[in-house]
């Protein structure tokens, strides 16, 4: 994928303009992750999108934001998939969130058939 660009530097109320490209430009090409996380016992199912899993997921572990993730206790990261770009992250994750649960749980166990929680595998994905 190619983009083209025109650099235009004007002055926006707080900051160059130039800056504010620069950032979407930045952005464009960041990895992104979704991931899937459950609770104890595995019933209850969300799927989500971040650019930063480590971060993401430490917040869900420490109930850090109100919502769907922390009513039900959803705490165990039992899939995750790195994207090169958000557009695609957002594609995907859009598209697992419509599957029925049994294609859900076939995907989770394609590479996680344990359900194990993942996050306690790979050092860098561990919270606190």
């Given at each position: ?98 599957w029925l ?28």
């Open positions: 994928m190619s983009f083209r660009f025109e650099l235009l530097i004007f002055s926006c109320h707080s900051e160059p303009f130039i800056y504010v490209i620069l950032n979407i430009v930045k952005n464009l090409n960041k990895s992104c992750f979704i991931y899937v996380l459950t609770n104890w016992n595995d019933k209850v199912m969300y799927v989500g999108m971040t650019n930063d899993l480590e971060r993401r997921i430490s917040e869900h572990k420490s109930k850090l934001i109100d919502g769907f993730t922390k009513k039900y206790n959803l705490t165990k990261l039992v899939y995750f998939e790195e994207f090169n770009n958000p557009e695609e992250a957002i594609g995907a994750e859009k598209k697992i969130k419509g649960r049994s294609k859900k749980n076939a995907l989770v166990e394609s590479i996680n058939p344990e359900w194990e929680d993942l996050s306690g595998l790979d050092p860098s994905l561990r919270s606190g």
